[in-house]
């Protein structure tokens, strides 16, 4: 989980740098943006299922 959200920090960190580094210019670093963030979505949404399965399992350990 830990690496999901180092994944996901990184790429909105090179999504945000690369955009800053444009300087005006958006069709040249259009597609290094996208993939920063399709990455970075990727990573949170791995996140989140971690999340979910920790949350079931202490759930379903609780209750038992």
């Known amino acids: 989980m830990i690496v999901c959200i180092l994944i996901w920090g990184v790429a909105i960190v090179v ?5 800053f580094f444009a300087h005006g210019t958006a ?4 597609p290094v943006v996208v993939v920063a963030l399709m990455v970075g979505g ?9 999340r979910q399965t ?3 399992a202490a759930r379903s350990w609780s209750s038992s």
């Open 42 to 50: 990727a990573a949170d949404m791995a996140s989140a299922a971690f």
């Open 15 to 19: 999504a945000g740098a690369v955009l």
């Open 27 to 30: 069709l040249p670093v259009l």
């Open 54 to 56: 920790m949350l079931q």
